[in-house]
């Protein structure tokens, strides 16, 4: 019996090593070349490697430091979409060098928008929708915080100087204006009808008129409420409002992991590909010194 299970061991072993699909030994053959290709060209990819390494790091500390933060905003005349593509526009100009196309766009010192680094927008909350209550958000990293007030300044003033936005307000503010002279003059009106009743009351004048002081008094209150809510609402009149300010934070460095990465993949990607040149052209020699022969 122990011979024949040593016997059938061995045979289920002989059939298991003879039983390999044809792909699974493809598949071996490919990593088993691969890892001699590796290994062959290994100082090339060696060396790339710690020059995309030293190459992520120079460009890692050669970088000044920034400092990010971010702005809240509420629109009253466009939807957050609509504002946010503006803002997708600078994105753009900041990133194809249009420095002094934006500073003309902000109204403000071109030395402000060298130091803005990146600007982007977003939902505070993502309601997609053309009356949504939410205002955005404006992100914005720089490298120096000086400049964050002016900054601040230029933005608002670019995303309230779109003509279809300087029309709006404009017609806003007309508006508001006509109803606080009209407000005022029913205001007036009203003063001069109190004043001759007061009069009358003092001087003890008999008048067969019945008036409802009352009521009067009671409609003048309301004109001065109206009259303030169309001051504030002109006060008011413009396309975005700030409801909180860029802070002034630490100046700090990031993005030390993404550029090692990057450099150590460019480096990798280099060596592979003078490798494969250089493979090729091993190959290229063997078969033609073995043609000669």
Request: glycine share 6%; aromatic share 8%.
């Amino acid at each position: 019996m122990q011979y024949e299970d040593i016997y059938l061991k061995s045979a289920i072993a002989k059939n298991g090593s003879g039983n390999h699909h044809p792909d699974d030994l493809d598949v071996i053959n490919l990593i088993q070349k691969f890892i001699s290709f590796i290994h062959r060209f290994r100082i090339i990819f060696l060396s790339f490697s710690i020059a995309g390494l030293a190459a992520g790091l120079y460009f890692y500390f050669g970088s000044p430091p920034q400092c990010s933060t971010r702005m809240v905003v509420h629109s009253s005349i466009l939807s957050n979409q609509e504002e946010i593509e503006i803002i997708d526009g600078w994105k753009e100009l900041l990133a194809k060098q249009g420095k002094s196309e934006l500073a003309n766009i902000l109204n403000c010192k071109k030395e402000v928008v060298e130091k803005l680094r990146t600007i982007s927008a977003e939902e505070i909350l993502k309601v997609y929708a053309s009356n949504n209550p939410n205002g955005f958000i404006i992100n914005v990293s720089v490298t120096d915080t000086s400049v964050l007030d002016e900054l601040q300044t230029g933005i608002v003033y670019g995303l309230n100087n779109s003509p279809y936005v300087k029309e709006k307000i404009a017609s806003r503010k007309a508006k508001d204006n006509e109803l606080i002279k009209k407000t005022s003059d029913e205001i007036a009106k009203l003063d001069l009808t109190k004043t001759a009743i007061d009069s009358m009351i003092r001087n003890q004048r008999a008048t067969p008129v019945m008036l409802d002081i009352s009521r009067i008094n009671a409609e003048w209150i309301e004109l001065n409420e109206k009259s303030l809510t169309y001051q504030e609402d002109l006060k008011f009149a413009t396309g975005v409002q700030v409801l909180e300010n860029f802070t002034k934070g630490k100046m700090s460095r990031s993005g030390l992991l993404e550029l090692l990465l990057l450099g150590v993949a460019t480096g990798l990607f280099i060596s592979y590909f003078i490798s494969l040149l250089w493979h090729v052209k091993i190959k290229m020699k063997d078969a033609r010194n073995h043609s000669l022969s």
